[in-house]
Each structure stands twice: as structure tokens, then as C-alpha cells.
């Protein structure tokens, strides 16, 4: 391929020849359902949160558009590395508001991914890494909750 093929570095469907990068544009839609578990918790931070009752509970939506850009390069023709980065932004459905929120607000996420793999003939390597990237604030309540995900690949393509 002479395109950009996001395959070729996640998929191993397909193989890229040429150093290549394309937009992306794509929706995401997120539920979110936070509960935190006091008895976790350092004793000296349960002076704050003394009760599970009391422990706040964040309860959201997102609904957002995905707008990036991923690139492949092709180093002499047996490596391939991508490198995606797509912001999403868009709105937030907050299900519990507390008093004085609103129900709905702006939502600012990130997700990046990263690939390498070894071809050679039918056979593959691939290393992925993957993160998604969402924060919440709400008045008192701070989130940020992030999801890093590493993957080591080998096969056969047939």
C-alpha cells in the first residue's frame, strides 16, 4: 500500500511500503460509573471520606468527536512505526449532579497510540501501547482517569 494503512500497525493485515499519514475522524461515546472504595484508603485521608455512604459517586456520559492525525514510517522495508494522537472533544451528561451543577458540560479527552512491528514475509512482531485519557471536575470532585494498555505480538499472516 502507498496509503496510510492504520492495519499495518495494529491489525498486521495489511503491509505499508511507503512512510505515509492520514487524518481521523470518528465519534466516541463514554459511560462512566466512578464509586470509590474507602476502606482503601490511608487512615490519615479517611478523616474525609469517614463512611462508604459518604464517598462520592461520579455517574457521566460523554458523547464526543474524534479529530487526529496517525502516521506511519517504513524503515527499509521490514519496520514499521506509527505514532496516532486523537483529541476528542464534545458533551458531558453528568447523571447525579450535586448542588449548584449543572447536567451537562464540556468534555476534553486524548487518546494516543503507539506501534512498532518487524515483517518478514508472512511472519510478524508487533509492540502496541494504547492510552486513553478522560479528566472530570466537578466543584469539589477531581477525576482523572486514564487506561494504558502494552500488547507483544507474534504470527503468521495466511
Known amino acids: 500500500n ?3 494503512a492504520q492495519a499495518a500497525a495494529y491489525c498486521f493485515s495489511k503491509y505499508q ?3 505515509a499519514g492520514s487524518w481521523l475522524a470518528g465519534v466516541s461515546l463514554h459511560h462512566f460509573d466512578v464509586k470509590f472504595d474507602v ?3 490511608p ?3 479517611r478523616v474525609y471520606i469517614p463512611s462508604q455512604d459518604k464517598a462520592p459517586r461520579i455517574l457521566y456520559n460523554d ?3 474524534l479529530l487526529g492525525y496517525g502516521h506511519n514510517w517504513v524503515l527499509g ?3 514499521l512505526l506509527n505514532l496516532t494522537l486523537t483529541p476528542y ?3 458531558r451528561y453528568n447523571l447525579l449532579p450535586g448542588p449548584g451543577q449543572k447536567h451537562s458540560d464540556f468534555s476534553l479527552n486524548m487518546r494516543g497510540r503507539i506501534g512498532a512491528v518487524y515483517s518478514h514475509k508472512k511472519f510478524f512482531v508487533g509492540l502496541l501501547g494504547c492510552a486513553d485519557h478522560h479528566r472530570y471536575s466537578k466543584g469539589i470532585n477531581h477525576l482523572v482517569n ?3 494498555e502494552f500488547t507483544a505480538l507474534a504470527g503468521i499472516r495466511f
Do not use: A, N, V
Request: aromatic share 20%.
Open 89 to 91: 472533544f464534545g458533551y
Open 77 to 79: 522495508r521490514k519496520w
Open 43 to 45: 487512615e490519615d485521608e
Open 17 to 19: 511500503r511507503r512512510s
Open 146 to 148: 486514564s487506561m494504558i
Open 2 to 4: 502507498r496509503r496510510y
Open 63 to 65: 458523547y464526543c468527536l
Open 39 to 41: 476502606d482503601l484508603l
